[in-house]
């Protein structure tokens, strides 16, 4: 793999290297380690999404503020010398300086340059389209397809975006960008397992992503989830957003067969693999009810191993995991049947890989 060569980058490129640090701890990792012609544009591409996110989460923005902020975030990142004040979310600082990602922005290859303009207006506008529904708690997403549109725009269009920087620079199949579902499984994946394990900071911060077409079906109102004594329902409703996340398993595995540097390879399998450990860690876990829970550091250690070598051992690393739900799988889920059927599938389809001799 590679390194970043920080003796040919300027000041200013480096304290946008200081920013991606300082607000991703898995992403900067990845990132630069990947293959010098992406590493620069997918570091500006993250921070920019960075800053847009920043923007959506901050509930001391009023909505009609809000939203065309959101809106317009494709042009303001053209606004030379831009920065925003008054932000108290963790990652403010960097809309604080943001001027700095600007000025490197414009010194991108046009092409990457317009993938990522083109992917800040549509995530811009989805966010705004959803502004209100998740500005307050008794909103929220109503049904499944309405959870799905939401990662679409938050996650599915990270996709997008990353993979049509991956086939321009030549660093994956050109195959890949006609099978946008694929990209959207990716992408769908990891927002739906962040969503799921982050219930309890979400509801601290009085906000929500759990489809109500799905929670409905397990209490009568949000809060009585982290009720001790609807225990029973709360892990039956985590289930149920597991089993749903499971079924992007297959096209993500299928993805990660079209990259062709092991770079890019590498960047896109660790957050997978951390995804399954993490539905595994959280599956059946009453402590997701009251506090963050995170996979243990070794056991990130040896999922990173396994996720740079190749996609047999990515295989290894999901077929070790979905046993580990399926095995955690209790009969008196009423999804029991369901989530049996579907960890089972994922075995199969991981044996019709990589059969045994
Ligand atoms: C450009 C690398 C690889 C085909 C900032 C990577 C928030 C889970 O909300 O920070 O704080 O809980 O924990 C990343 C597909 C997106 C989707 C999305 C940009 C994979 C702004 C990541 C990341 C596509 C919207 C981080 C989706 O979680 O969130 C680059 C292929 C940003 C990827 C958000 C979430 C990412 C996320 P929060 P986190
Ligand atoms: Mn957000
Ligand atoms: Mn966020
Ligand atoms: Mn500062
Ligand atoms: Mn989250
Ligand atoms: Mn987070």
């Not at 902020?69 to 053209?78: A, I, K, P, Q, Y």
């Not at 997403?141 to 938050?154: F, G």
């Not at 219930?199 to 009720?227: G, N």
């Not at 295989?315 to 049996?340: G, M, Q, T, W």
Request: overall charge negative.
């Amino acid at each position: 793999v590679h390194r970043r060569d920080t003796s040919k980058e300027s000041a200013n490129l480096k304290e946008c290297f200081r920013y991606l640090n300082m607000t991703s701890r898995s992403f900067a990792m990845v990132i630069q380690e990947l293959n010098p012609e992406l590493l620069v544009p997918v570091a500006l591409f993250y921070l920019v999404l960075r800053g847009l996110d920043t923007i959506e989460d901050d509930m001391a923005i009023p909505l009609d503020k809000k939203t065309p902020m959101l809106r317009n975030f494709h042009e303001t990142m053209e606004i030379d010398g831009w920065q925003f004040h008054g932000s108290k979310e963790k990652d403010a600082e960097l809309l604080e300086h943001f001027d700095v990602v600007i000025t490197e922005l414009k010194q991108l290859k046009p092409q990457y340059y317009e993938i990522i303009k083109d992917l800040t207006l549509k995530m811009g506008n989805g966010m705004a389209d959803y502004a209100a529904d998740t500005d307050k708690i008794e909103n929220g997403l109503q049904t499944v397809e309405d959870y799905e549109l939401y990662c679409h725009y938050v996650a599915g269009l990270v996709g997008e975006g990353l993979t049509r920087l991956f086939v321009t620079s030549e660093l994956a199949n050109p195959k890949l960008a006609e099978r946008p579902s694929l990209t959207e499984s990716m992408g769908q994946f990891l927002q739906k397992t962040n969503i799921i394990r982050d219930i309890h900071e979400d509801w601290v911060d009085a906000r929500r992503w759990y489809p109500k077409e799905i929670w409905s079906k397990h209490v009568d109102k949000w809060e009585d989830l982290f009720e001790l004594s609807k225990r029973e329902q709360a892990l039956n409703c985590i289930s149920e957003m597991v089993l749903d996340a499971l079924k992007h398993a297959e096209e993500c595995l299928f993805y990660m067969a079209g990259m062709r540097d092991q770079s890019c390879f590498n960047f896109v399998a660790i957050p997978q693999t951390m995804a399954i450990a993490t539905l595994e860690l959280i599956f059946r876990n009453p402590a997701i009810l009251e506090r963050n829970v995170k996979i243990t550091k070794g056991d990130a250690c040896q999922i990173m191993l396994e996720s740079t070598q190749n996609l047999f051992t990515v295989c290894e690393v999901f077929r070790r995991y979905v046993r580990r739900i399926h095995k955690k799988n209790d009969p008196r889920d009423p999804n029991f049947l369901a989530i049996s059927a579907r960890c089972a599938k994922i075995e199969q389809f991981i044996e019709t890989l990589y059969p045994k001799q």
